[in-house]
């Protein structure tokens, strides 16, 4: 599983898990942290 910052895959396992919500189409939309920022994004599988 995989979140996009900036344009740049990260795994999940290497940010700071905050929270996890369900979009409006039942996609998982999770919070994190990752260097420093707080960040809401839709996650993938890569």
Do not use: A, H, P
Request: no cysteine; glycine share 10%.
């Amino acid at each position: 599983m995989v979140v996009n910052v900036e344009g740049e895959w990260i795994s999940v396992d290497q940010v700071e898990f905050i929270d996890i919500q369900e979009g409006l189409q039942g996609e998982d939309v999770m919070t994190f942290g990752y260097q420093g920022e707080i960040y809401k994004r839709t996650v993938m599988r890569k």
